[in-house]
C-alpha cells in the first residue's frame, strides 16, 4: 500500500513540474515550402497561426481560373492554324503550365471550400472578346501568328496585373506564391512574345 501511494505522489510531482513550465516544449511554425520553420515557444504560437484567406485571395483564385481557361482555348488553335514553329512551341509552354496550375488553384479553393465559378468575364484585364476569339478560330498562318501573339500578350499583361494587385491586398500564402509564379512565368514569356512579333 505505502508502495502504491508513493507511486501516485510521484506522478503528481511530475505532473506538476509539467504544467509549471509551460514554454519549455517548443512549437515548430508553419512556414513557406523551403523555409526555416522557426521554433516558438507555445505562448507565441498562437499568433504564428496563418490567417484565413481573405475576399482579395477568394477572388484573385476564382478569376484566375476563368483567365487561364481562356489562354487554353486560344493555344488550342495553335497545333492546326499557326505557321511558325516558335508560336506553336509558345503555346505547347503556355498550355503545358497553366493546365497544372489551374488544378492547383481548384484544389485551394476545396481545401478552404470556397465556392468558385462567379468570375465576371469583364472585369479582368487582358481578356478576348468573342469577336476576338472568333477571329483568332478563322485566321491561319501568318496571320494567325501575329494575331495569336497581340492577343496572348495583353492576355499575359493582364494576369501579371491580376497577380500584383493580389500581392498587395491579399493575405494566403499559397496564394502569393502563386502570384509570384504568375508574375515570373508570363513576363517571361510577354518578352519572348515581344521579341518574336516583329519578325512575323
Known sequence: ??????????????????????????????????????????SDASRAVPPPPNEADRTYVDMMIVHHEQALAMTRFAPDRAENATVKGLADRIRYSQE???????????????????????????????????????????????????????????????????RGAGVNVQVEEMADDVVATQSDEINRMKALLPTL
Do not use: Y
Open 1 to 42: 500500500m505505502r508502495s502504491a501511494v508513493l507511486v501516485i505522489v510521484a506522478a503528481f510531482a511530475l505532473l506538476a513540474g509539467c504544467t509549471s513550465e509551460p514554454d519549455a516544449v517548443p512549437v515548430i511554425a508553419p512556414d513557406t515550402p523551403g523555409g526555416s520553420a522557426p521554433t516558438l515557444a507555445p
Open 100 to 166: 497544372p496550375e489551374i488544378g492547383a488553384m481548384k484544389q485551394w479553393q476545396r481545401t478552404f471550400n470556397v465556392v468558385g465559378g462567379h468570375a465576371d468575364h469583364g472585369s479582368m484585364p487582358g481578356m478576348a472578346t468573342q469577336d476576338q476569339l472568333n477571329a483568332l478560330g478563322a485566321a491561319r498562318g501568318k496571320d494567325f501568328d501575329r494575331m495569336f501573339l497581340e492577343l496572348m500578350i495583353k492576355h499575359h499583361e493582364g494576369a501579371i496585373k491580376m497577380a500584383t494587385d493580389v
